[in-house]
Nanobody
Framework: QVQLVESGGGLVQAGGPLRLSCAPS????????MGWFRQAPGKEREFVAA????????EYADSVKGRFTISRDSAKNTMYLQMNSLKPEDTAVYYC????????????????????WGQGTQVTVSS
């Protein structure tokens, strides 16, 4: 098991920045690709961004391209989502997720391959 903990959510005005963090509980991110998802009330959970376990490959949803940046710091054992130019439609609970990658250093998981999830952190963007 890999238990993940998100932090950094809060209330921000439209156009502002916010950085989310994700860290495992009791273990490291070694051999795991990572991703961010979000879910607004009454809506399906949607993919936001992903990063391979060596950090060489990233993927973003069209709605956040150019505004969000996913990264990871192996020394700090932490994964980040830097969100800039936030919009009210970005309001959601954001979830950190992990997928075992093994020796696939730069592989990005399919959407169904995320097996471990954090509890979520609320991001609210006011207009």
């Amino acid at each position: 098991q890999v238990q993940l903990v998100e932090s950094g959510g809060g209330l921000v005005q439209a156009g502002g920045p916010l950085r989310l963090s994700c860290a495992p509980s009791g273990r490291t991110f070694s051999y795991y690709a990572m991703g961010w998802f979000r879910q607004a009330p009454g809506k399906e959970r949607e993919f936001v961004a992903a990063i391979s376990w060596r950090g060489g490959v990233t993927e973003y949803a069209d709605s956040v391209k150019g505004r969000f940046t996913i990264s990871r710091d192996s020394a700090k054992n932490t994964m980040y989502l830097q969100m800039n130019s936030l919009k009210p439609e970005d309001t959601a609970v954001y979830y950190c997720a992990a997928s075992f990658a093994g020796d696939s250093f730069y592989r990005l998981p399919h959407r169904y391959e995320y097996d471990h999830w954090g509890q979520g952190t609320q991001v609210t963007v006011s207009s």
